[in-house]
Structure formats: C-alpha cells, structure tokens
C-alpha cells in the first residue's frame, strides 16, 4: 500500500487506439434500454414492416421483435430515411440492428454506410462484425482487411482479422498477432491466438507458454482452458488436463473486449451487471475514457446507482481528479461501510488532499477489520509524520513489536526520531532496523525516501528546495557510530536515490525503482531524479519497446493531472540517451501541462521545457528559457540546482541537446 500520489506502472491494459464513435451512443442512448423513450411516438404495429417506397433504404424487417425494441428499431429507421445521404444515422441503423440479431439487414445499411463514408474505419469494423455474425466469412475477410488499411494500428480489427484466416493461413495469422501484441501487448485474446498458431505449427511448448500467458490477463479465460486441457491430455498429463477442463466449464470469455467502438456498441441495452463488470475492469486496466462510456450507461438504472458511485471514485482517484473521488466515495461508502478495499483508495485521496485527520479516521476503521495488518498500522504512523503527529512513533513501535523486521516500520521509526530532532534516539534505532533490509544500502535509500516525501509534503512553498539539515546532523551521527559509508550516502540524498534507483533497474527490478522514485519525484533539483527515471525507462525499452509504448500510454493520460508526472515524463521524452524514447513534440506538449499546472514559477518545470525546445533543435528557444530559470529565487536557493542547470546552458548555447 502506498501513500504517495503514485507513478501509475504499466497496467494490464490494451494499447488500442481509441477511435470515437462520436454520435454513436448519442444517436442510440435510448437504444433497448430499459428507460422509456421519450422521442419516439408509439407504432403501429399491426404491421411489423416499414416500406420504403419514398426511400433508397432498404425496408427493415420488425417481425418477432418486442414493442419496446421494434419502436426504437422504427425511430432509428425513420431518422435514416430522413437524411439518406448521413452515414452516422445509416450506420446507427446498421448497428442497432445487428445488437437485435437483424443481421441480414445489418449488413444492407452498413453496406450502404461504407458507401457513404468511404474512409472511415468504423464502418468497415462494423461491416464486418455483422458479415462474420451471418456467417459470411470470406466477405467479413475482406471488410477486416479494409478496415485494417484505414487504420493500421486498431488491434483489435487485426486479432478479429487473424482469427478468420489462422486455420488456413497460419503464417499470415501469426504475422497479425505479433503485430497487434506490440499495440496491445497485455491482450489475452492475441496469447490465445499466438498460442493457436503454434498448435498449429506443432509447437506444443509454445503453445502452452501462450496460452499462460493469456490466462495471466484473463484467468477465467474459457478457450485457453480448453485449448490447454487437450494440449495436456495429448502429452499425457491427465491431472492438469482435468484441471484446464473444469476450469473451461465455469470460464467465460474475456469480459473487457480491448475494443473501444465493439464495447461501445454492446453498452447499448447491455445487462447491468454485464456494464458492472465491464466498468470496473475498464478502470483497473486504466482505460478511463472507455469507463466513463460504461458507467454512464450503468446509471441509468437506479438499482445500480451505489455501485456506479463506487466506480465513479475509482475512477476519478486513479485519473488524478481528487475531489470527485472523494464524493462518489462518500456516497457509497455511507451505504457500504464495511467495503475496506474502496476505503483504502477514498483515504489515499484524503491523503493527497492533505486531509490527514480523515484519512487517520479511515485507516483506524479499517484497522477494527484488520487487526493484523501492520502494513496499514506503519500508514498510519506515515500519516501521522505528514501531520506532526507525535503519535507516529507509537505506531510504528507497535508494528515492530509485532515482527521487528517489518520494513515499513523499520523506516518510520528512525524517520520519525529525525523528523522529531531526537538524532541520538535515531542513531541508536538504526542498527537494528537495517536488519529488515538487504543491504545497508537499501534502506539508506528508503529512509531517503520516506524523508524527502514527508518534507516535501510539509513546505509551506512546494518550491522551495528541501532544507538538508536533517540530513546532515544524521550524517555527523552515523560517522560517530561508526557508519561511514551510510553517513555519507545519506548526506547525499538525492544522488544516493538515483544511483539506488539507476542500479535497480539494471536488474529488472522496475517495481522498487518507480517505488523510490514516487517518494522523491516532487522534492528533484536540478533533474538529479528525472535522469534516474530516464535510466529506468531506457531500461523497460531496452527489455521490451512495447512494454516501454504501454508506460508512456498509461502514465501519459494521467499526467494530464498530475504536474509531477508530467514534468517527469516530458524529461524522459526530452533526454533519454535512448534514441527510441525520445520524442520533442510529446515532451512539450507533457512539459506545457506542467507548466500551466504550476503557473509558470517552477525552475524544475523551466528546465525540462528548455530540453524539450532543445530536442527539438530550438536552441535559442532553449537557452533563453533556462536563463529564465537561473533567475528564479527558487533556483539561486540551491547551489546544486544552479551548477546544473548553467551546466545545461552551456551545452544550449553550443546546439548541443542533453542526453542522459
């Protein structure tokens, strides 16, 4: 568990890109839903065929259809008719009637559709999902392969497209699947399929290493447990195959389809409880946008409102928009107190909030729940540091008489000592919590990094540099006992993190590096902290270019509200010393949101945008904004800030870009 306003990691989530259906839901909102319509007027339906004869249109067929459903079928028909020539109101038509199972008067209106709207790629997506849904096969092919010219990096049309041709064309599918994976590289629908072709390529060790993988995105994933039940049944190993089969009859299939125009469609007159679950693993992959689509269908029925509230806070606390969060939280937990895991997220954004007292209240609710929990007990004692509660100490003290190894204890005592001015009780405490730890080396660095963060958050200025004196005397304290080494690393706080950070990530351990760095990422100078997230990055795209688009994606929509981040990952695009990450255009427009955010006062923020111009081959641009900087008072505050910075000048004056 966190506390601090964290770096979103990648996320189990699609790298679709998400094409609006504009008018789409507002042309169908009434759709079949349950709500009564309020447009159209009640038909006559003795006779359940609409002509056509002052229309091009096609007559549609209403035989067999519900009331309610056949008048909203009629309405969306005689909005066509009026305005023949609109390929959204023909195409809503289509749509509609392919969600009624009219599929072969789905196929006539979307057929006339990509007539009317040539190049836009929906149409021929959906052309080709009612052609597959009539069994049209070959056609469907076709209208895939179309849709994929006019937008090549729509996954899911490839993975719909490499589906229909791997039985007779293994080759091309797999061709199709890799390409997608690298779009979407967490889609458990392209492990499937890759997992498919090596079957077919009898490759049984890769098949069952795809068909893994694509459970560990979707463990109730019906096909894979199937596919893996026979694969295993041929080799012989009965015990796991009987595993996989029970498995197949109480599995589905994946119920987030990574498809922003498919789930947009099926939201129309879908279940609730279908829209409850879409909704809330649409936020737990991060793809808000497509949530807010679900959720908004979701409350039209009331039944759900409470647990729309419980989305909607989810959803607002992991976009960055705190004050929403709180308030969908309030409403829901005021009618499901005892739900603890959406508790944790209403406090964490209290915390952010800085509404400490709130947050303290909430931990301790849960606490009643969860007497065991030392993690949350070591929180609370966090919470209390943020405060000035004198009461942190207690609360750390507890947890370590519980397991005197527990590391976040182990950290937040010795913090609270320092942060308290009680070095010696500090220096006594530290032998033995660094035997929570590794080495002495990593838990200087998390000790680093609990400091920074709660200084940090007690400035009065955010842009102020933090006062190193605690650092210092703590220093001088551990010389005298003998800790030279640690001495010295915690005299220097920032570099100790990025050198921690930079060595982390060499190893692959990309979950402790982010880790640090979310303590740190608002108390940089001079970019010390941003270079270590440089390397970090470098490192993610060096294992996997797709794993390293995915973070971008994930963090970048985030960012949108989060200053911090912004300016961190507009410094990542500027100057990475990895030619693929960098991008200038991406970096100014990520270092242009930090710089509204934060007024146009921020050395840090003037710094990257400097870099930003100079990627961009901008110098004068470049250096003119980083002498705006060295003028700052928050910058002559800090000597290390100033070395940096004018060091950077010099290389702007010299169209030369910094690279790290």
């Known amino acids: 568990m966190t506390t601090q306003s964290p770096i979103r990691k990648v996320r189990s989530r699609t790298g679709a890109v998400l094409v609006r259906a504009g008018s789409l839901l507002l042309g169908l909102s009434g759709g079949l839903s349950a709500q009564p319509t309020s447009a159209p007027t009640k038909p006559d339906l003795a006779d359940r065929t609409v002509a056509s004869a002052d229309s091009p249109l096609p007559e549609i067929?209403?035989?067999?259809?519900?009331?309610?459903?056949?008048?909203?079928?009629?309405?969306?028909?005689?909005?066509?008719?009026?305005?023949?020539?609109?390929?959204?109101?023909?195409g809503e038509l289509g749509i509609l009637c392919q969600r009624v199972a009219k599929t072969s008067s789905a196929v006539?209106?979307?057929?006339?559709?990509?007539?009317?709207?040539?190049?836009?790629?929906?149409?021929?997506?959906?052309?080709?999902?009612?052609?597959?849904?009539?069994?049209?096969?070959?056609?469907?092919?076709?209208a895939y392969r179309a849709a994929n010219r006019l937008d090549p990096n729509y996954p899911a049309v490839i993975v719909r497209l490499a589906d229909l041709v791997r039985e007779k064309d293994v080759n091309e599918a797999f061709g199709l699947y890799q390409k997608a994976a690298t779009l979407s590289p967490k889609d458990p629908r392209i492990h499937f399929g890759l997992g498919e072709c090596a079957r077919l390529k009898n490759q049984p060790d890769e098949a069952i290493k795809q068909y893994k993988k694509a459970l560990e995105y979707a463990p109730k994933y019906a096909k894979v447990h199937g596919a893996l039940a026979r694969l295993l049944t041929a080799r012989g190993d009965r015990v796991n195959a009987a595993l996989h089969a029970d498995a197949e009859k109480r599995g589905r299939e994946p119920p987030v389809v990574r498809d922003p125009l498919v789930i947009r469609v099926m939201c129309i007159?879908?279940?609730?409880?279908?829209?409850?679950?879409?909704?809330?693993?649409?936020?737990?992959?991060?793809?808000?946008?497509?949530?807010?689509?679900?959720?908004?269908?979701?409350?039209?029925?009331?039944?759900?409102?409470?647990?729309?509230?419980?989305?909607?806070?989810?959803?607002?606390?992991?976009?960055?928009?705190?004050?929403?969060a709180v308030k969908y939280f309030e409403s829901y937990l005021a009618q499901f107190g005892g739900d603890d895991e959406n508790r944790v997220l209403y406090a964490q954004a209290l915390l952010e909030l800085k509404q400490y007292d709130e947050v303290t209240k909430n931990y301790l609710l849960i606490l009643k729940n969860k007497p065991d929990d030392l993690e949350l007990l070591s929180q609370i004692g966090t919470v209390g540091l943020l405060s000035g509660n004198p009461e942190a100490i207690r609360y750390f003290q507890q947890a370590l008489l519980r397991n005197r190894?527990?590391?976040?204890?182990?950290?937040?005592?010795?913090?609270?000592?320092?942060?308290?001015?009680?070095?010696?009780?500090?220096?006594?405490?530290?032998?033995?919590?660094?035997?929570?730890?590794?080495?002495?080396e990593e838990y200087d660095s998390e000790l680093i990094g609990k400091l920074l963060y709660v200084l940090g958050e007690r400035r009065k200025d955010p842009l102020t540099p933090i006062d190193p004196t605690v650092f210092i005397k703590f220093a001088e304290t551990l010389k005298r006992n003998n800790y030279p080494q640690s001495a010295e690393r915690i005299q220097y706080p920032l570099s100790t993190v990025a050198g921690v950070v930079e060595r982390w990530?060499?190893?692959?351990?990309?979950?402790?590096?982010?880790?640090?760095?979310?303590?740190?990422?608002?108390?940089?100078?001079?970019?010390?902290?941003?270079?270590?997230?440089?390397?970090?990055?470098?490192?993610?795209?060096?294992?996997?270019?797709?794993?390293?688009?995915?973070?971008?994606?994930?963090?970048?929509?985030?960012?949108?509200?989060?200053?911090?981040?912004?300016?961190?990952?507009?410094?990542?695009?500027?100057?990475?010393?990895?030619?693929?990450?960098?991008?200038?255009?991406?970096?100014?427009?990520?270092?242009?949101?930090?710089?509204?955010?934060?007024?146009?006062?921020?050395?840090?923020?003037?710094?990257?945008?400097?870099?930003?111009?100079?990627?961009?081959?901008?110098?004068?641009?470049?250096?003119?904004?980083?002498?705006?900087?060295?003028?700052?008072?928050?910058?002559?505050a800090s000597n290390a800030r100033v070395a940096r910075f004018r060091e950077r000048l010099a290389m702007y004056e010299k169209k030369t870009a910094y690279r790290h």
């Open 61 to 90: 067929d209403l035989i067999g259809l519900p009331e309610e459903v056949a008048a909203d079928l009629k309405a969306a028909y005689e909005k066509a008719r009026s305005d023949p020539r609109n390929p959204e109101k023909v």
């Open 505 to 636: 990530a060499k190893k692959s351990d990309f979950a402790k590096s982010f880790q640090l760095i979310q303590h740190c990422i608002q108390c940089d100078e001079g970019g010390v902290i941003r270079d270590a997230m440089s390397r970090v990055v470098q490192n993610v795209h060096l294992q996997s270019p797709a794993a390293c688009i995915q973070f971008f994606r994930d963090n970048g929509r985030i960012a949108e509200n989060d200053a911090s981040l912004a300016n961190m990952l507009a410094w990542v695009r500027a100057t990475s010393a990895e030619a693929g990450v960098r991008n200038a255009q991406e970096a100014m427009r990520l270092a242009a949101i930090a710089d509204k955010a934060t007024g146009h006062k921020n050395p840090e923020v003037l710094d990257t945008i400097a870099a930003a111009h100079a990627e961009g081959g901008d110098f004068p641009r470049a250096v003119q904004t980083l002498q705006e900087a060295l003028k700052m008072s928050a910058t002559t």
């Open 108 to 142: 006539e209106y979307l057929e006339l559709t990509t007539r009317l709207a040539p190049g836009e790629m929906k149409w021929q997506y959906y052309l080709a999902l009612a052609l597959e849904d009539s069994y049209e096969y070959s056609r469907a092919t076709e």
């Open 269 to 324: 007159g879908a279940n609730p409880e279908w829209l409850l679950d879409v909704a809330g693993q649409l936020i737990d992959l991060a793809d808000f946008d497509l949530a807010v689509t679900v959720v908004s269908q979701l409350r039209k029925h009331p039944r759900y409102e409470d647990q729309a509230n419980k989305l909607l806070g989810r959803l607002h606390y992991f976009r960055h928009e705190l004050d929403l």
């Open 405 to 440: 190894k527990h590391p976040g204890a182990c950290v937040g005592l010795v913090a609270a000592f320092l942060l308290s001015n009680d070095f010696e009780s500090a220096g006594k405490a530290y032998p033995n919590t660094l035997r929570a730890f590794e080495s002495p």
